[in-house]
């Protein structure tokens, strides 16, 4: 792998030229290439409305400065590694935070894998070699934000730091949603999927909760009862409450919207036990097997439920269409 990134913006004289998104793999490949950056720390657990503002905050400085702003973020969380048992599932895979970090307005990403050996990096090991090892002419984290062994790395730390090399520093407190006064956090977007919120988790994520991932063969029980459903492999994502929900679809990089329904769980009826997601996509004729799906949850259309006969499931499916579609005409 080039010491240039993954995807390199052509270089040019005078302002900074924002056509692509650099992505590099460890903190010694960014290094020598992104000097001068507004760096930005941070998990990013679903790229929230918290997160956003923190790198727009870190944006704007850069570009009133012309210099690069570069997200700064682990792979896997850190979570995940040092107490597994805390932590469920990611609320986006590390392509879509990466995705959404380019729409910021980021520059370049430097995406450090985390395991048990780096976590025991000291919290001055990581400051002095790892941190300040880009030549940042910025940093900015959030209020709540720490790091290296033990957690021992705190904000106030990071400021000593920088002060002693005039390096900018902020750490922005933490957002509080408008309606609730409510932190905005991945815990709180957890909490409210789980209850089959997603008006809710999309109010705290600036966006819809999406669900995406290939078809796969299914047991194609949707075709035999009138509607050929998908099978999408959402492994490794966070999954809403059980239910169904209306969705807008997208197919591979195609940007045309599909109304959708999408299932989400068990098949009582037919006595399955495997937690599925299904989406049955209300104009869509083509085979959708082997292609890539992305679920943008609008609306809970109502929970799981176990019907009496089949019969009565395929009328309430064609009653979850009509609702689908009202809900995604809105």
């Excluded at 599932?89 to 980021?106: E, H, M, N, V, Y």
């Excluded at 000593?160 to 957002?175: G, K, Q, S």
Aim: net charge negative; glycine share 10%.
């Amino acid at each position: 792998m080039s010491g240039e990134g993954e995807i390199v913006a052509a270089a040019a004289a005078g302002p900074i030229q924002r056509e692509a998104l650099r992505v590099f793999r460890r903190f010694d490949e960014a290094a020598g290439n992104v000097d001068g950056a507004a760096v930005v720390l941070g998990t990013f657990d679903g790229v929230h409305r918290g997160h956003q503002a923190l790198i727009e905050m870190a944006a704007g400085w850069a570009h009133a400065r012309n210099v690069p702003t570069v997200v700064v973020t682990f792979d896997p969380p850190p979570v995940a590694v040092l107490v597994p048992g805390l932590f469920t599932a990611p609320l986006a895979r590390l392509d879509r935070k990466i995705s959404i970090f380019g729409s910021l307005q980021t520059d370049a990403v430097v995406v450090q894998h985390f395991d048990q050996t780096f976590a025991r990096r000291s919290a001055q090991d990581f400051v002095r070699t790892d941190l300040f090892g880009l030549k940042p002419s910025a940093i900015f984290v959030g209020e709540n934000f720490c790091f290296g062994s033990g957690r021992e790395g705190t904000p106030g730390m990071l400021r000593r730091e920088c002060e002693a090399r005039h390096v900018f520093f902020e750490a922005l407190p933490l957002i509080r949603e408008n309606e609730s006064g409510r932190t905005i956090s991945s815990t709180e977007i957890r909490r409210r999927l789980s209850e089959g919120d997603v008006e809710g988790a999309a109010a705290l994520l600036g966006r819809s909760y999406a669900l995406e991932g290939t078809v796969l063969h299914g047991r194609a029980r949707g075709r035999d009862m009138g509607f050929p459903t998908a099978n999408v492999c959402t492994d490794g994502l966070f999954l809403p409450g059980r239910g169904v929900y209306a969705a807008a679809a997208f197919v591979d990089d195609e940007r045309e919207r599909q109304p959708a329904v999408v299932n989400i769980g068990e098949k009582p009826t037919f006595g399955e036990t495997d937690v599925t997601t299904e989406a049955f996509l209300l104009n869509e004729t083509r085979s959708l097997y082997g292609r890539y799906l992305t679920l943008e949850l609008v609306g809970r259309i109502r929970g799981e439920r176990r019907f009496a006969s089949v019969e009565d499931l395929i009328r309430r499916i064609h009653e979850d269409c009509r609702e689908a579609a009202a809900l995604l005409s809105r």
